[in-house]
Nanobody, 124 residues
Framework: QVQLVESGGGLVQAGDSLRLSCAAS????????MGWFRQAPGKVREFVAA????????RYADSMKGRFTISGDSAKNTAYLQMNSLKPEDTAVYYC?????????????????WGPGTQVTVSS
């Protein structure tokens, strides 16, 4: 099994930045990609960004491009999400997730392992 632990969430003001971190413990399971999703109250969980290991690539939801940057370390199975110019509508629980190796997809159902989530609140 793989355990994911997120950190870095918190309460910030509009225009501020936050950096989320995720570490995956995967001793016997291979990981092909790590991603970030978010879920606001009353809304469905949505894809934010992902980083794949082979080939090394990053992918973003169209609405996140420009303000959010994902990075990762395949050797350590860690992923980071740098969020800049935060807006109140970015308020949500942010989840880290990991996929086994295979064709990448942004569908949440394709991710095999999930962290408990970290709350990000942006005040206006």
């Amino acid at each position: 099994q793989v355990q994911l632990v997120e950190s870095g969430g918190g309460l910030v003001q509009a225009g501020d930045s936050l950096r989320l971190s995720c570490a995956a413990s995967a001793r016997t399971v291979s990981i092909g990609a790590m991603g970030w999703f978010r879920q606001a109250p009353g809304k469905v969980r949505e894809f934010v960004a992902a980083v794949t290991w082979r080939p090394a690539n990053t992918r973003y939801a169209d609405s996140m491009k420009g303000r959010f940057t994902i990075s990762g370390d395949s050797a350590k199975n860690t992923a980071y999400l740098q969020m800049n110019s935060l807006k109140p509508e970015d308020t949500a629980v942010y989840y880290c997730a990991a996929q086994r190796p295979g064709p990448w997809t942004s569908r949440a159902s394709a991710y095999d392992f999930w962290g408990p989530g970290t709350q990000v609140t942006v005040s206006s």
